[in-house]
């Protein structure tokens, strides 16, 4: 007994630590651990031994991207802290991002757990921790970022995850034509941070439930969602205690390459091409600024275009998107107008050595009440270039920089004109 109980707590430990893919472990009748099974071997989760499984198998991975960032923005216009080269958002507090302009991060910290209930069924959690410079209020408190039961086939070619689930748009181009979620977001999510410009219009996680369809020439995700998105600890909350949804899409033909590998294909030997429409209808919406139960509230909309094509030796991507935020008071409050633009790629000259490179422009429109008026609230761009090293399987090393220029209807700088500089360690296992 005491040996199977050390070989229980040696396994879990082995579990908690490895740096290589999920496994599965078994312990033989002389108490060593092993990966793989054999029919002398006792799996842990085994009745007989004093902790046990209910599930048929653990599956458990992580996702860590720590580095080091300098922020300089190119002027420290009204609301800024000179001494520390940070752009604040006005009316925010200028003391609390003193010194803010360089140190290291801990930008994401995934430790993730699937319980599988037959080969394909599954719950997933997955816990993140970030402390970043792009916010004075990183979630340095644990949180969930995904709570969700997978079934499979709920429909033809169709699974569906239901709890705090993927949204439609942003997973599929963070694993298909844009891979570097360790030192920039993809278009759609950037913000106004001391380390980023952008738009601002969807997260990546929320309440509701996605239905996942795959077949070789065609792949979609289809939602519906609170729309608040999953961060817990905001001041305001999107469509706080109301009874309205979001309801966001993804509709992908798959060119070259299968659709039932979307999001699985290792790049540096996969061809593929893709094209996708995407979108999102979401009614009483609210965004940080807007008050719980005030009233500023206004529906959102957006539609995109998109195409990626993969082969050994690049990849290149290209997106197109226009959005809407329309007032529900048009009588009293503006509304705004966005349209976005981006062209990234890859080029992998030698083995387990990248080049990317990435620009983005984006407009984004005041539509004044009563008259529909509209002025340039930011037209912004932004040059990314990087170099990325790959280690092995589990790290990879990634030196980069972002130029970013945002300016207001006079030409005057808006405050989000900044240099970038990151040193960056992925970590997968």
Same mark, same amino acid.
């Given at each position: 007994?005491?040996?199977? $109980?050390?070989?229980? =707590?040696?396994?879990?430990?082995?579990?908690?630590?490895?740096?290589?893919?999920?496994?599965?472990?078994?312990?033989?009748?002389?108490?060593?651990?092993?990966?793989?099974?054999?029919?002398?071997?006792?799996?842990?989760?085994?009745?007989?031994? @004093?902790? *046990?499984?209910?599930?048929?198998?653990?599956?458990?991975?992580?996702?860590?991207?720590?580095?080091?960032?300098?922020?300089?923005?190119?002027?420290?216009?009204? +609301?800024?802290?000179?001494?520390?080269?940070?752009?604040?958002?006005?009316?925010?507090?200028?003391?609390?991002?003193?010194?803010?302009?360089?140190? *290291?991060?801990?930008?994401?910290?995934? $430790?993730?757990?699937?319980?599988?209930?037959?080969?394909?069924?599954?719950?997933?959690?997955?816990? /993140?921790?970030?402390?970043?410079?792009?916010?004075?209020?990183?979630?340095?408190?644990?949180?969930?970022?995904?709570?969700?039961?997978?079934?499979?086939?709920?429909? @033809?070619?169709?699974?569906?995850?239901?709890?705090?689930?993927?949204?439609?748009?942003? &997973?599929?181009?963070?694993?298909?034509?844009?891979?570097?979620?360790? *030192?920039?977001?993809?278009?759609?999510?950037?913000?106004?941070?001391?380390?980023?410009?952008?738009?601002?219009?969807?997260?990546?996680?929320?309440?509701?439930?996605?239905?996942?369809?795959?077949? /070789?020439?065609?792949?979609?995700? =289809?939602?519906?969602?609170?729309?608040?998105?999953?961060?817990? &600890?905001? %001041?305001?909350?999107?469509?706080? !205690?109301?009874?309205?949804?979001?309801?966001?899409?993804?509709?992908?033909?798959?060119?070259? +390459?299968?659709?039932?590998?979307?999001?699985?294909? /290792?790049?540096?030997?996969?061809?593929?091409? !893709?094209?996708?429409?995407?979108?999102? $209808?979401?009614?009483?919406?609210?965004?940080?600024?807007?008050?719980?139960?005030?009233?500023?509230?206004?529906?959102?909309? *957006?539609?995109?275009?998109?195409?990626?094509?993969?082969?050994?030796?690049?990849?290149?991507?290209?997106?197109?998107? =226009?959005?809407?935020?329309?007032?529900?008071?048009?009588?009293?409050?503006?509304?705004? #107008?966005?349209?976005?633009?981006?062209? !990234?790629?890859?080029?992998?000259?030698?083995?387990?050595?990248?080049?990317?490179?990435?620009?983005?422009?984006?407009?984004?429109?005041?539509? %004044?009440?009563?008259?529909?008026?509209?002025?340039?609230?930011?037209?912004?761009?932004?040059?990314?270039?990087?170099?990325?090293?790959?280690?092995?399987?589990?790290?990879?090393?990634?030196?980069?920089?972002?130029?970013?220029? #945002?300016?207001? %209807?006079? &030409?005057?700088?808006?405050?989000?004109?900044?240099?970038?500089?990151?040193?960056?360690?992925?970590?997968?296992?």
């Amino acid at each position: 007994m005491r040996r199977i $109980v050390l070989s229980t =707590i040696a396994a879990l430990a082995v579990g908690a630590t490895s740096l290589s893919a999920a496994q599965q472990f078994y312990v033989d009748e002389n108490g060593q651990v092993f990966t793989t099974s054999a029919p002398d071997r006792i799996a842990i989760e085994n009745k007989e031994t @004093p902790v *046990f499984i209910k599930g048929v198998k653990l599956e458990f991975s992580g996702t860590h991207y720590f580095g080091y960032t300098v922020a300089n923005p190119e002027t420290t216009a009204a +609301g800024a802290d000179a001494d520390s080269k940070v752009t604040v958002p006005l009316g925010d507090d200028v003391a609390a991002y003193a010194g803010r302009s360089a140190g *290291f991060e801990a930008r994401r910290n995934y $430790v993730q757990v699937k319980a599988f209930f037959n080969d394909k069924d599954y719950f997933r959690v997955t816990m /993140d921790t970030t402390k970043e410079l792009a916010s004075k209020t990183s979630y340095a408190n644990i949180y969930a970022k995904y709570a969700y039961l997978y079934l499979d086939e709920v429909l @033809p070619f169709t699974g569906v995850e239901v709890g705090i689930v993927h949204r439609p748009w942003i &997973d599929y181009e963070e694993h298909n034509a844009w891979h570097y979620r360790s *030192f920039n977001k993809v278009m759609l999510e950037e913000k106004g941070t001391a380390t980023e410009a952008g738009v601002d219009l969807v997260n990546s996680a929320d309440l509701g439930f996605n239905l996942k369809t795959k077949t /070789d020439s065609f792949s979609s995700e =289809i939602g519906m969602f609170n729309g608040e998105g999953y961060h817990a &600890d905001k %001041a305001a909350a999107n469509q706080e !205690n109301g009874g309205d949804i979001s309801l966001e899409w993804r509709l992908t033909g798959h060119l070259l +390459g299968s659709g039932k590998k979307v999001g699985k294909n /290792d790049r540096t030997k996969a061809t593929y091409a !893709n094209i996708s429409t995407y979108g999102l $209808v979401s009614k009483n919406h609210k965004d940080d600024t807007v008050e719980i139960d005030g009233a500023k509230e206004y529906d959102r909309t *957006f539609y995109g275009l998109h195409a990626v094509y993969n082969q050994p030796e690049f990849l290149i991507a290209a997106q197109y998107a =226009i959005a809407e935020d329309k007032a529900q008071n048009e009588a009293a409050d503006s509304g705004k #107008e966005y349209k976005v633009w981006s062209i !990234n790629g890859e080029y992998r000259p030698v083995k387990d050595w990248t080049v990317i490179g990435r620009y983005d422009n984006y407009t984004i429109d005041t539509v %004044a009440a009563v008259t529909g008026d509209t002025s340039v609230y930011a037209d912004g761009s932004k040059v990314i270039a990087a170099l990325a090293y790959k280690m092995n399987k589990n790290v990879t090393f990634i030196g980069s920089g972002k130029f970013i220029t #945002e300016q207001n %209807a006079n &030409d005057g700088d808006t405050g989000q004109s900044k240099d970038v500089y990151m040193l960056t360690t992925e970590v997968k296992w």
